[in-house]
């Protein structure tokens, strides 16, 4: 696996940010993914970058998880109260061996439950979820910062990247090695 | 009866049927119940606290006022209804309906829930709050026949299935069907004015059988559906004056 | 080295950003004092600094802690290891230890249950309700609504485990492949409950945790900061949070999604809860209206129980500032609505019952007149006197007020549960059987260890986790501004 | 872990997880829940045929008896008495076989402290007393016929001093010699309703605590629905709406001591009618005139004012005693527990024997089959087992108990009875029983009186027992009950009848057998040439065994026989003496209320208050369990202002006793109704302090014709007392009066 840099660069005014970022990604030809912008709170979509990435392929798939993991609730539901009412047929106060409403409730239960842990599942997967190694990061993104993390290939742009975040108003640039 | 036909054809369907107009109160049913099922005495303590484990009880009516005062006596044990609405509610499969018609209790797989005891609509079905108590010598008069309950667990008349039991394997020993009257649980045995009578009510000749499809006999709380497999034959209304 | 770039965003006039003017009051309470001066100078070192003050005073209810806490902490620990010293006792000795007899096979605990998982409705579905619709003075408040769902359900989880007469064959009611040839009966009501219940544990668990990743990651960096050790666990559970614009994305589309689906679960698992009364054929339970109204009731007792709380945080933790007025207010208006929904399903039931006057239905409500008569009075009296009072602004605001309403609408929920199920199974078809029933020490202690233990819950959650939805709030801020509407500046909200 | 894997495997779990569990649900699952048929039963054990001996009605029994344990009692359905029947005390025995409190071995009285010691040590100690005694000892028993009585009457007899005595049920020494008045036999009336239309029952709370509640409430059973297309009607007049009351179909509120009144009212309207009608030829037209003449003072509308029923209702009670005979009448502890208990009985049986001739020419009979009769043969049975009748009465135990305090007696014979406890208090039983020197006891149980005993001899439960037993049944029927041991005693404990053999024997005394055994085997071969269902093909041995295994011999069914003939000199005596004295009671003015103690099918007198399940099983009116109660009429309740627990004392001018008041409405206004049996103190854990004993209140009021204790002419007044406690009702006191939502 190749190496690559990171630089983190810190700033205090979404306006700054904002106007950082293209040419960030310009100067240094980042694809979707390669950079990133950290805040301490969520800005609607597409406000602080443009990812389309994000945005066409992510957003969507992410709710395909919630849904097939719903299918998959929906056939236990199904088997477990209809399926085993059906081979265990014990005469339970003259209630048909498959009941329908029982069935339902226990089918609408598990659908929800397993849609619940799909959407969680989907949010670990696409938000690269857990990940416990060190990561360039700044606990004053916490504080309010907004930074810019950019993934670059070499030292050179990772100085060069460095120079002109500071240039575009970061207070703070951080650069770091394989912690993107 | 039912809406889903998916019980196969029985030879035996068990029935009681309660004569109102001859009981008369006197208790010896519920003795011999206590007697033969190996139903613990709860003691001072716990009957202050309301409890009772008469699987078995004689309910008590009184209407008017003296001097036109009448006490009516009703025995009261679990219907065996058809459409049990105790079975349905258990999580646990502890109580289903057998293919003979019996509302049957299984005690190792009851967790204590109590559920079944509130959908029963004759209250009849009684919860073991403590272990049952048998002492030293009382000990040697427990039935072999029936399993002590532990604390915890549901139980109710099972129509002496015991000797339902025996009744089968003595007539199958035998090589022929069971006759009326040679299955009698213990409070029918007993009973000294004849007001309970036991039998197979498939059978249209057993007696139980005449006098379920006699123009007397009523259902408890028929409105709700259950199907008791118990009869009470009602009493008569007497013109002494 | 600020660039023209800087200088010119901050001349431009623009809806949003932490940049302009426009700050919500949540986080005008910590600007600089100096900085409060001179207004009219903003620069980026401010805004910075308003949003640092914020995160410390929001987490320094968990950071800091007081030898008050300890002492109460301690007593709730007695108070619970009474309760659990009569369980064990229970539980050893037999169900007798309770006062429950044929044929009230059910009592307090059932009712204390049912409470528990009301109690529970309140904070998911009022956070879903209010997430899904955007409304802005939710923020703040929806950590603590949901650590109370949360909370609530594992108390009234446990109500089960103390109410079954056999606790050691308890597993025999969970599907698990086994080789005992036991299955457990879906067709049974306490099995959906089950399931139901266990369900919304898991998603409103998960809800909870979800909506925490952000401000876990805030209270993980002041811990790093600060060497303080919560930063172990804390570094553990923000699952390496950074906040990036993917991470945002995927996370709020992600919370969206699970909003509605807890939206969908949490009714149904109150409606389930009602089965438990109104599949059996008891008169006085067997009756449709029982799903909505417990619905309805639920988030009534919730909604309460969540404005007693808020109140309670307020005074505690002096989060005057952040839990606000305007708060309890939206929460009380919420409340009114519900509270006349409450009443209204109530009166139906009764109303129904009242002009049949069917012997065993009707029988049962003079039953309840006569013995609980007084309990009856709080209740319905304690739902109407809560909205008539509610009308006002001025009671609305006033926390002493609103915190004894509140308090007297769950006293009265809890009475409601109470009165549906001992007077009922009390007053059985079979009249020979019916009978009187007061709860055991045994049963009380339980009873009130399980509120000492929600409390424990609660105050452990507090210094454990942040209880303001930080990363809510500071969203709230991005996406408002003021707008310039003739001669005033309007703050406006930016929605999706 | 991909994404795709993931997905597999959860799959694969969630299906395994369903299939796993149930896969061959249908064979596994279901056997948990259904015992396979052919699975092994536990042993049915033996049952063996013997008789009740819980009270002295003499039911037919068998006993399930697994591993030398008795499981269970149920009626012999070859038993003429208990037609397979068996009431609660039956049932409940085999608890008194397996009590915990049980006397295990013979226990010596040292200075109030019970000592063991062995079997021969006591027998030697009675031995040694029985010599210093010579002559003077009293035996007493419970009233028993049987096997121990007939030894104990042949070995000490009525020679030298000796006495004996009997402390049997209150009042049938009235049934008794009301009965034989117009019969042969000095026997209880029992009626047989089987075939009765309509049924008079004077104060016979028959079914609980009757002569032979099993029998009677069987032909109660038969009467009512046990024939097609006819219902027996039944009238039951007293004091008190007892069980037996309720089951009727009407109750009438009598006055205490009035019932014989009541049946002459009747009798005077039957014979009105007979001699309008000119019915019953069979008794003579002079007959007819004369009781004509002599229940000419008895017309319904003279005797209103004492019996307070409505001349109507005399008229039409009387009516199915001319019309749709047969009618019958009954009489019971209403009738017998006062002064005119006797006359009032011959009153009754007067009806009954106009009823059954009228009957007769109308080929109806009350009685549905009969057993034959055989005077010889029960006289030669009566002559071995049992005491002569006139042994048998209150009078005889005052007599018993004076001679006691005239120190006449140096060792006293106590037999399965508790006078102290269940002997009115003003009968000074337990101060005349400290004169005796030497007391033994023969018991299952410490009591009240075994405490007083001196030397304590613990005997066999009958279940453990010899013995042969005459059962209370109709006079001239003889029945032989036997009694076997079905389970050997498990405990130190010794017959009571082989011990006093063996003791009378080693005094020095003639003794008519070696032991109980052998003695009813003599008296059986002696009258074998009776028992003519015996087949005289087997030998002794054998007869012996067939006779075992029945549980005893009757005489056959007569299906559709006569009933007993009554002289007919008798009737013209009863013509003679239809007098119905007022009854008098004990109490003046100051006590307002007449006390009424009655029997309870659980407690009996007593004997029932050491059983769990006799205090388990609610009392059929009351509902009352674990408790004892005074009865109130609730309109009395409110007066004296007394609510349902309210603790309340009834006081007589001999004692007073204290209770929680039940309001009962089917109890007249100036009654107070006490179930006895409760206030034991030396009975056991469950017996001793619930309630108090009614006995405390009762003076001796004998009822001089029969010598009876008149006990229901005690006059008592209430009040109320302190405090109150919870009643353990097992009916709700509002749910009670709830049993129209059966729609029966």
């Known amino acids: 696996m190749n190496n690559h840099y990171t630089v983190l660069g810190l700033y205090k005014k979404m306006e700054t940010t904002v106007n950082a970022t293209p040419q960030i990604r310009e100067a240094f030809n980042l694809k979707d993914g390669e950079i990133e912008v950290l805040t301490s709170a969520a800005y609607p979509d597409e406000i602080l970058i443009e990812d389309k990435t994000l945005m066409y392929q992510v957003n969507k798939r992410q709710f395909l998880f919630p849904f097939l993991l719903g299918i998959v609730g929906l056939a236990i539901g199904i088997l477990l109260a209809g399926g085993t009412g059906w081979i265990m047929n014990l005469d339970v106060g003259g209630k048909p061996p498959f009941a329908l409403p029982p069935t339902g409730i226990i089918t609408y239960e598990f659908t929800l439950l397993f849609a619940v842990i799909g959407s969680v599942i989907s949010l670990l997967i696409y938000g690269g979820l857990p990940n416990w190694t060190e990561r360039a990061y700044d606990p004053d993104i916490t504080d309010g910062s907004l930074g810019i993390l950019i993934k670059v290939n070499s030292n050179e742009e990772q100085n060069k990247a460095a120079d002109m975040m500071a240039n575009l108003g970061a207070y703070k640039v951080k650069k770091g090695k394989n912690d993107f | 009866m039912k809406s889903f036909n998916y019980k196969k054809h029985n030879d035996y369907k068990w029935a009681m049927t309660v004569d109102l107009d001859r009981c008369d109160g006197c208790g010896a049913c519920v003795v011999a119940c206590q007697a033969e099922n190996n139903i613990p005495s709860l003691g001072v303590e716990q009957t202050q606290e ?175 559906g259950t199907h008791p497999s118990v009869k009470y034959l009602k009493g008569g209304t007497a013109d002494v004056f | 080295m600020s660039s023209n770039n800087v200088k010119r965003s901050s001349d431009a006039v623009t809806a949003g950003g932490h940049g302009d003017i426009s700050l919500l009051p949540e986080l005008e309470a910590f600007r600089d004092p100096k900085s409060k001066a001179a207004r009219a100078s903003y620069d980026d070192a401010d805004i910075y600094r308003d949003e640092k003050s914020f995160n410390e005073h929001t987490l320094a209810p968990m950071f800091t802690t007081s030898r008050a806490y300890f002492v109460f902490v301690i007593a709730l620990g007695i108070v619970i290891a009474n309760g659990f010293a009569w369980f064990v006792a229970q539980t050893f000795l037999g169900m007798g230890q309770t006062n429950m007899h044929e044929p009230l096979f059910w009592g307090a605990y059932i009712a204390t249950f049912v409470f528990w998982v009301g109690m529970s409705h309140s904070g998911t579905i009022v956070s879903s309700i209010l997430r899904l619709s955007q409304a802005n003075w939710r923020r703040p408040i929806l950590r603590a609504a949901e650590a109370m769902t949360a909370f609530s359900l594992l108390v009234a989880g446990m109500f089960p485990l103390v109410h079954v007469g056999r606790l050691w064959r308890v597993y025999y009611m969970f599907p698990l492949p086994n080789q005992r040839e036991l299955w457990p009966n879906f067709k049974s009501p306490l099995m959906w409950d089950m399931m139901a219940i266990g369900i919304y544990l898991t998603g409103s668990m998960t809800f909870l945790f979800i909506g925490l990743l952000p401000d876990l990651a805030v209270a993980r960096d002041k811990a790093i900061r600060e060497n303080n050790w919560r930063r172990h666990y804390l570094s553990f559970l923000s699952l390496g949070w950074r906040g990036s614009h993917r991470e945002w994305s995927v996370y709020n589309k992600a919370s969206m999604f699970l909003a509605v689906a807890i939206l969908c679960i949490a009714p149904s698992v109150h409606t389930i809860v009602s089965w438990d009364f109104a599949m059996t054929m008891t008169p006085g339970w067997h009756t449709t209206i029982f799903g909505p109204y417990f619905v309805v009731g639920a988030i009534y007792s919730g909604i309460a129980a969540v404005i007693t709380l808020m109140i309670s945080l307020r005074w505690i933790f002096k989060l005057d500032d952040v839990i ?153 801020v991005i996406v408002s501004g003021d707008v310039k509407l003739g001669r005033h500046a309007v703050r406006m909200q930016v929605k999706e | 872990m991909d994404r795709r894997s993931f997905l597999k495997f959860g799959a694969l779990a969630a299906s395994s997880g369903v299939m796993g569990a149930c896969g061959q649900a249908t064979q596994k699952v279901i056997p948990f829940v259904i015992p396979p048929e052919d699975g092994a039963n536990p042993v049915d054990g033996y049952h063996y045929a013997t008789t009740c001996r819980e009270c002295e009605a003499g039911c037919g029994v068998v006993v399930r008896t697994v591993n030398g344990r008795a499981k269970k009692i149920e009626g012999n359905s070859v038993h003429p008495i208990s037609n397979g029947r068996a009431c609660v005390k039956a049932q409940a ?123 009677q409430a069987y032909t109660f059973g038969q009467s009512r629905r046990g024939r097609p297309s006819k219902r027996g009607r039944f009238v039951y007049c007293g004091s008190r709406l007892s069980p037996t009351a309720a089951s009727a179909d009407k109750w009438l509120p009598v006055p205490p001591g009035q019932l014989g009144l009541l049946a002459l009212s009747i009798a005077q309207v039957v014979v009105d009618t007979v001699i309008q009608r000119e019915l019953a030829p069979s008794v003579g037209r002079d007959t007819l005139m004369g009781w004509r003449q002599a229940l000419n003072s008895f017309t319904p509308e003279k005797t209103y004012k004492k019996i307070e029923v409505k001349a109507d209702y005399i008229r039409r009670m009387a009516a199915p005693f001319v019309d749709e005979a047969p009618a019958l009448m009954v009489a019971g502890d209403g009738v017998v527990g ?309 603790i309340v004392k009834v006081a007589s001018p001999y004692g007073s006793i204290t209770g929680p008041v039940f309001p009962f409405a089917g109890l007249r206004p100036d009654v107070i109704a006490v179930p006895v049996g409760y206030g034991h103190t030396k009975y056991g854990e469950l017996a001793n302090n619930v309630g108090s004993n009614a006995m405390n209140l009762l003076g001796i009021t004998i009822d001089k014709t029969s010598g009876a204790l008149a006990f229901r002419s005690q006059k008592v007044s209430i009040t109320k007392d302190k405090g109150s406690v919870m009643m353990m009702r097992n009916a709700h006191p509002r749910g009670e009066y709830k049993g129209e939502i059966f729609q029966l």
Not at chain 2, 132 to 160: A, H, W, Y
Not at chain 3, 425 to 435: E, F, K, Q, V
Not at chain 4, 482 to 490: I, N
């Open chain 2, 50 to 224: 309301g409890r009772n484990m008469l699987w078995l009880r004689i309910e008590r009516y009184i209407e008017g006022s003296y001097p036109d005062v009448k006490v009516r006596f009703l025995p009261m044990m679990c219907q065996h209804c058809d459409t049990a609405p105790c079975e349905s509610v258990c999580p646990v499969y502890a109580t289903y309906q057998n293919n003979e018609g019996l509302n049957v209790q299984v005690y190792n797989r009851c967790v204590g829930t109590r559920f079944c005891g509130n959908n029963c609509p004759y209250s009849v079905r009684y919860f073991n709050w403590y272990d049952p108590d048998f002492e030293g010598k009382e000990k040697n008069q427990l039935n072999p026949d029936v399993s002590l309950r532990e604390k915890g667990i549901m139980e109710k008349c099972t129509f002496c299935m015991q000797r339902i039991r025996r009744g089968k394997d003595n007539a199958a020993d035998e090589g022929r069907e069971v006759h009326d009257g040679d299955i009698k649980p213990a409070c029918v045995q007993t009973c000294p004015t004849g007001a309970l009578e036991f039998g197979n009510i498939n059978d249209h000749h057993s007696r139980v059988s005449k006098l379920a499809h006699s123009g007397r006999a009523i259902s408890l709380f028929e409105e709700k």
């Open chain 3, 324 to 476: 606000r007025t305007l708060h309890i207010d939206c929460l009380a208006k919420l409340l009114i609505v519900i509270a006349i929904i409450w009443t209204y399903f109530y009166f139906c039931e009764f109303n129904v019952v009242w002009y049949s006057q069917k012997p065993e239905e009707w029988g049962i409500w003079e039953w309840q007149a006569e013995r609980f008569g007084s309990f009856l009075w709080i209740m319905v009296g304690g739902s109407v006197l809560s909205i008539f009072l509610m009308s006002w602004r001025k009671i609305r605001t006033n926390m002493v007020a609103m915190f004894f309403i509140t308090l007297l609408v769950n006293v009265g929920m809890f009475i409601e549960r109470y009165l549906i199920v001992v007077p009922i199974l009390s007053h059985r078809d079979s009249a020979y059987m019916w009978t009187d029933y007061v709860p055991s020490v045994t049963e009380l202690s339980i009873i009130v260890g399980s509120f000492a233990y929600f409390v424990l819950l609660y105050a452990l959650f507090l210094k454990l986790f942040p209880i303001v939805t930080m990363a809510d709030v500071k969203e709230g």
């Open chain 4, 93 to 215: 025995a085999v608890q008194r076989v397996y009590h915990s409190e049980r006397l295990t071995d013979p226990m010596v009285n040292k200075n109030g402290k019970f000592e063991k010691i062995s079997w021969n040590d006591a027998i030697g100690m009675l031995v040694e007393k029985l010599k210093i005694a010579n002559g003077k000892t009293f035996f007493l028993n419970n009233g028993a016929n049987d096997a121990l009585a007939g030894v104990v009457d042949s070995i000490f007899g009525e020679k030298g001093g000796n006495f004996i005595a009997s402390n049997h049920d209150f009042g049938h020494e009235s049934l008794i010699a009301g009965g034989s008045s117009l019969f042969d036999f000095p026997k209880i009336q029992l009626a047989d309703m089987s075939n009765a239309d309509f049924t008079i029952l004077l104060g016979a709370d028959m079914n609980e605590s009757g002569v032979s509640p099993v029998y």
């Open chain 4, 338 to 646: 006062f002064t005119n208990g006797t006359s009032s009985t011959e009153a009754i049986e007067f009806v009954n024997m106009l009823s059954a001739e009228i009957g007769r020419e109308k080929t109806k009979l009350s009685q549905a089959k009969t057993l034959q009769s055989n005077p010889t043969l029960k006289a030669a049975l009566q002559a071995n087992f049992g005491l002569a009748p006139e042994k048998q009465s209150f009078r005889r135990l005052k007599i018993l108990t004076d001679g006691m305090v005239g120190n006449e007696y140096k060792v006293g014979i106590i037999s399965h009875t508790n006078p102290v406890f269940d002997t009115p208090k003003s009968l000074k039983f337990k101060e005349a029983l400290a004169n005796v020197p030497f007391k033994v006891s023969f018991s299952c149980f410490m009591d009240e009186t075994t405490v007083e005993c001196n030397l304590v001899l613990p005997d066999n439960h009958w279940l453990e027992s010899w013995s042969a037993q005459l059962p209370n049944f109709r006079p001239g029927v003889p029945i032989l009950n036997l009694v076997q041991p079905t389970v050997v005693p498990f405990l130190n404990t010794k017959q009571a009848g082989d011990v006093l053999l063996e003791a009378a024997a080693k005094a020095g005394i003639a003794v008519p057998a070696k032991n109980l055994e052998s003695f009813i085997g003599t008296v059986i071969e002696k009258n074998r040439a009776y028992l003519k269902d015996v087949p005289t093909a087997l030998d002794t041995k054998e007869s012996w065994n067939h006779m075992l295994q029945s549980g005893g011999w009757w005489p056959n069914y007569n299906i559709g026989g006569q009933a007993e003939t009554p002289k007919p000199a008798s009737l013209s005596a009863v013509s003679k003496n239809l007098i119905i004295e007022d009854p008098s009671f004990d109490g003046d003015d100051s006590y307002q209320f007449y006390l009424h103690p009655y029997k309870t099918a659980h407690m009996g007198r007593g004997n029932g208050a050491n059983q769990a399940w006799m205090h388990e099983a609610p009392d059929p009116v009351t509902t009352l369990m674990w408790q004892f109660w005074i009865e109130v009429n609730p309109v009395m309740a409110s007066t004296i202002g007394v609510v349902e627990g309210d």
